[in-house]
């Protein structure tokens, strides 16, 4: 019936702007009308799974499944019901089944908004399970599918992402990002001629997040008399928000703010130079720059590649990291484009004597790829009574473990050598059980690696080819520890085998001091030859 279309049509919308009790009222109107359908119940489902109130959900999907057992909405929220669970296995082949059905009939605008739901959950379920190329694939074609352009951007943006976990960037592929602000007026500049360069750093993450451990030196130590910095703030704050406020900033508040409110108000602040601290991450900050806000946008540290958007020319690099693979020009660093500054202190360096070399890995661990685990396993096979620990969050659920337990087992992995650990407020403290920690590639840890250096953890990285190949190298190079960084996969076993022979307790002793005293936690010198870089910017740009 036409009625009953409509109501759900405005079901659909309310569902976007998450507003989940409207949903509710639209189903009541359809049962209302029609108490067979099934679409009615499984709206009221859906609600429910927004809410977690899974029982009730349950309940209402035996309505549904009983008008009609094929309803592809029920279908689709019993798979979300399965992810809510903890059923991942079971939710991956359950909504493949739905998505496989509705892509039979994309042209129907409700088949079309479940595929694109079905598409998203799924995305979330395999980035869990270390499949990163597909769902980004999963996310790319939900965008293409999906009407509304700022919903389509953010899956685009979230594929661009998750592809550069296994894959080069693309610089092409990520400029298509621009299509979706073709409708954006940017703002025209001209010259402020401020007597303080005014700076603003912009990111959903100054909380307990990756980025906060490296903004640090460029909040606490930049240079007063030439420089002005406000910080503009578009998440949840936190404690370590707190930590990181201090008297020489202002901050304000965008949370919540839409994009073209906010690019409004960083306007009429007149900030000189916008530094984007997100890149493509999640909930970033690059629809608000796509106004072009500031005269001069920056993107890096939160972000390892590409933008591809036109509004952002420069992007933050070093030495060791540049490469062509940028649609923005390159800002290069002497030293490493990273400076790690822990804004929680981390806990005390106290190795435990164990029976054998223990290797470790606490990286996210949709970067391990199979040429990292034969590699991980022939280290194994080469380090007599050696064992490794895996912390991650796919540990911290029976169905995750059993996907790479199957992983492992497929690619001969002695699974008696393997611990595996889920992820914990502690994890910084169970360094102390890892002798030495074994990089991801091609996709570098960040953090991860400056992390386990400051708990006292040698860390083996492979040096790829292009820039987020390459970042375990800089910051290895920063930290004075040349002699870590593999030119390739045998070279990489060879020096975790070498470390593995006794030498990685000399390093145990003193690596945070050593640490303490390199270029890497050099505050005050990394804030200085970015601030340098700002001067020259700001010249050529007042030309």
Not at 195 to 210: E, M, T, V, W
Not at 273 to 291: E, K, M, R, V
Not at 467 to 490: R, W
Not at 499 to 527: C, H, P
Request: proline content about 3%; overall charge neutral; some cysteine.
């Amino acid at each position: 019936m036409e009625e009953i279309l409509d109501w759900l049509k405005l079901a659909e919308k309310f569902a976007e702007d998450g507003d989940a009790e409207s949903m509710v009222g639209a189903a009541n109107q359809i049962l209302e009308i029609d108490r067979n359908c099934a679409d009615g119940y499984a709206l009221i489902a859906e609600s429910a799974l927004y809410f977690c109130d899974l029982n009730y959900a349950e309940r209402l999907l035996a309505q549904a499944f009983a008008k009609d057992k094929r309803n592809l909405r029920a279908r689709l929220v019993r798979g979300g019901i399965y992810f809510e669970r903890f059923q991942l296995i079971k939710a991956l082949q359950f909504l493949d089944l739905v998505i496989k059905d509705a892509e039979k009939h994309t042209d129907d605008f409700l088949t079309r908004k479940t595929l694109i739901k079905a598409l998203c959950w799924t995305a979330d379920g395999l980035y869990l399970a270390g499949e990163a190329d597909a769902a980004a694939e999963n996310l790319r074609e939900a965008s293409r599918l999906t009407e509304n352009i700022q919903h389509a951007a953010e899956l685009f943006s979230k594929h661009l992402f998750l592809r550069n976990y296994n894959l080069p960037p693309d610089k092409i592929l990520a400029q298509e990002y621009n299509k979706f602000f073709a409708n954006v007026t940017p703002y025209s500049h001209k010259n402020y001629n401020h007597k303080k360069i005014k700076i603003g750093y912009i990111s959903p993450d100054f909380r307990q997040h990756a980025v906060a451990n490296f903004v640090q030196p460029l909040l606490k130590h930049f240079d007063g008399k030439k420089f002005s910095v406000t910080c503009y703030f578009t998440g949840e704050s936190d404690f370590v928000t707190q930590k990181l406020k201090n008297k020489k900033i202002a901050w304000r508040d965008l949370k919540g703010v839409d994009a073209a409110t906010a690019a409004k108000i960083i306007h009429d602040d007149k900030i000189d130079i916008l530094f984007d601290l997100s890149g493509h991450s999640q909930n970033n900050c690059l629809p608000i720059l796509a106004y072009k806000p500031a005269p001069v946008q920056i993107s890096a540290l939160g972000y390892t590649a590409t933008t591809g958007l036109n509004a952002v020319d420069y992007f933050l690099t070093d030495k060791i990291c540049a490469d062509d693979n940028f649609t923005e020009k390159l800002l290069t660093l002497e030293g490493c484009q990273f400076c790690y500054a822990p804004v929680i202190k981390p806990p005390a360096v106290n190795h435990k004597k164990n029976n054998c070399v223990t290797f470790g890995s606490f990286n996210n661990f949709a970067k391990v790829t199979d040429e990292v685990l034969i590699c991980w396993k022939k280290i194994l096979d080469s380090v007599p009574n050696s064992k490794f620990i895996i912390k991650s969050k796919i540990c911290s659920i029976d169905d995750g473990k059993k996907i790479l337990i199957d992983r492992l087992q497929n690619l001969n992995v002695n699974i008696e050598q393997i611990e595996l650990r889920p992820y914990s407020k502690d994890y910084l403290e169970q360094y102390n059980d890892i002798d030495i920690a074994l990089d991801t590639f091609p996709y570098n840890g960040g953090l991860t690696t400056c992390e386990a250096l400051y708990m006292g953890v040698p860390v083996i990285s492979r040096r790829g080819n292009y820039h987020g190949s390459k970042i375990g190298a800089s910051i290895l190079t920063a930290a004075g520890l040349p002699e870590f960084v593999a030119q390739d996969s045998d070279d990489y076993i060879k020096k975790a085998v070498e470390l593995a022979d006794g030498k990685f307790l000399d390093y145990q002793k003193n690596l945070r001091e050593k640490i303490s005293k390199s270029d890497l936690t050099d505050g005050k010198k990394y804030a200085a030859e970015i601030e340098k870089l700002f001067e020259k910017i700001e010249m050529n740009n007042n030309d």
